[in-house]
């Protein structure tokens, strides 16, 4: 059974939806899901030891950072064997601020640097997922499954 971990940062409760979105979707597809709260479960790269994927979900601080209980993690990534990795990043955004989802972008060029592969765009959600928002978690989903499953067969 493939096994994909989620993380996620949640402050309002958007980002921690989304990633239950995404989660029970891929649950409903046979994948086993293992969900972390970021700056709350203990998180260290032994988690990943026998996962065939990783998303990471968070929302945005202020001006484009990324939030203050997410920062040991992004510290903490380079540490973490990502070589080659599927990893998918998504979460809960605020068209208010200059800087539309910054977090997550910055979390993607750390991984990036790690060695991970990014086989679909970031999913950025405006605030509390819609209806609409909902189907894009769905194809984000399944686009993140498609390279999985493609990369465990060709190993």
């Not at 309002?12 to 989660?23: V, Y």
């Not at 984000?140 to 465990?152: E, L, P, R």
Request: charged share 30%; proline share 3%; glycine share 8%.
């Amino acid at each position: 059974m493939i096994k994909i971990v989620i993380l996620y940062a949640s402050m309002t409760g958007n980002t921690e939806e989304i990633a239950e979105i995404i989660g029970t979707y891929l649950e409903k597809q046979n994948v086993k899901i293992e969900r972390y709260q970021i700056g709350y479960d203990k998180l260290e790269s032994t988690i990943l030891d026998d996962a065939d994927g990783m998303m990471i979900g968070t929302y945005t601080d202020g001006d484009g950072d990324i939030p203050f209980e997410a920062e040991d993690l992004y510290d903490d990534l380079a540490a973490w064997n990502l070589t080659d990795r599927p990893v998918g990043l998504f979460g809960s955004c605020d068209s208010w601020y200059d800087s539309y989802g910054g977090a997550i972008d910055t979390f993607a060029n750390i991984v990036k640097e790690c060695g991970a592969k990014l086989p679909v765009s970031n999913l950025k959600i405006e605030l509390s997922p819609e209806a609409e928002d909902i189907k894009k978690c769905h194809q984000f989903a399944s686009d993140f499954m498609y390279y999985v499953n493609k990369k465990t067969k060709d190993m």
